[in-house]
């Protein structure tokens, strides 16, 4: 099946700092790309929507200028935690889906673990 | 607000036997559900989907249900397995939106 990855697995890193999380498909072109935070045992809440080449749709209550999201090719997003807060930490899953509009195509990649210190 | 909700954080079958997994949601609009296998360390796989139009799929051992009158979903799985010890997410969306709204996920283990 289509793999999608995500870099680095976990992280830690220093409160004030920037923190980047790449998310790629490995063997097909992703069209629409995901982010989700995931909280302890609560759901995946989508953080926002990227398409190719355009600029990413946020959800409600979600800062655009604090989570920096580019997606600048066909196989790769990029999520950029900026000036990230101890209340940032989480765990972080990218998702992709291909040309087509069916969800049963989205793929995930496996996450990443934030630790704000 | 949860708009698709499972309310069982875990769940425990004997292996063989079926497994039933729940999940409620509020919003009538939905009308494409899914159900999700999660591993740890791996992002969520896609088990089954159903359209509002039909109560019922079903996919080798995975069948899912659909109660639209009383906005729930179930997985079966039958027979349960070892490999089936996951975390189990349902999740919802409108078809033509471009969000999926998710459970909290239920967590099945299956024992030998």
């Known amino acids: 099946g289509a793999v999608v990855s995500q870099h680095p697995s976990w992280v830690i890193c220093k409160s004030g700092t920037s923190v980047k999380i790449e998310c790629r498909s490995l063997d097909f072109q992703a069209t629409t790309m995901f982010w989700y935070r995931q909280f302890p045992k609560q759901s995946l809440m989508l953080m926002a929507t990227s398409n190719e080449g355009s600029k990413a749709t946020y959800e409600q209550g979600v800062e655009k200028d604090k989570f920096l999201i580019n997606h600048a090719s066909l196989t790769l997003s990029t999520l950029t935690v900026t000036s990230a807060h101890p209340e940032d930490s989480s765990f972080y899953i990218c998702s992709a889906r291909p040309g087509t509009a069916v969800w049963d195509e989205q793929y995930f990649g496996p996450g990443t673990r934030l630790t704000v210190t | 607000d949860q708009q698709v909700k499972q309310n069982s954080p875990s769940l425990s079958v004997q292996e063989g036997r079926i497994s039933i997994l729940n999940c409620d949601y509020t919003n009538s609009m939905f009308d494409y559900f899914l159900w999700y296998k999660k591993y740890p360390a791996e992002g969520p796989t896609f088990l089954i989907s159903?359209?509002?139009?039909?109560d019922k799929n079903e996919d080798g051992r995975f069948t899912v249900f659909l109660n639209k009158s009383a906005k729930h979903l179930s997985l079966h799985i039958v027979p349960s397995q070892p490999g089936d010890s996951a975390v189990y997410f349902c999740a919802a969306t409108i078809q033509g939106a471009q969000k999926l709204v998710f459970g909290q996920g239920t967590r099945l283990t299956i024992n030998p």
């Open positions: 159903i359209s509002s139009i039909k």
